[in-house]
């Protein structure tokens, strides 16, 4: 029984590190970005991958009155996808 275990461990590994590659480089710059984000979103307090999007980040950010936005950005088109996400107003 001991002696099976060592050969089907040594083949599980194997057929686990053939499925595996590697991701492309993902380094964003301001040069790279085709679509800015807009300065009236605040100053960028954090980012989050977004779970549903491996190629995306949630980028959050905070406006002077203090309000909290979050936007969606797509690594893989270097671009914002869409308006805010979610607005979060303080008072």
């Not at 300065?39 to 980040?57: D, R």
Request: charge should be negative; glycine fraction near 4%; include cysteine.
């Amino acid at each position: 029984m001991t002696k099976l275990i060592v050969p089907f461990s040594v083949v599980a590994l194997l057929l686990a590190q053939s499925g595996c590659q590697k991701l492309p480089d993902q380094t964003l710059s301001s040069d790279s970005l085709t679509e800015a984000i807009p300065i009236e979103y605040g100053e960028v307090v954090g980012v989050t991958p977004h779970g549903a999007h491996p190629y995306q980040a949630v980028v959050w950010l905070e406006k002077a009155d203090k309000t909290i936005v979050a936007i969606r950005v797509d690594l893989a088109r270097n671009a914002v996808v869409a308006d805010p996400l979610l607005t979060i107003p303080r008072r």
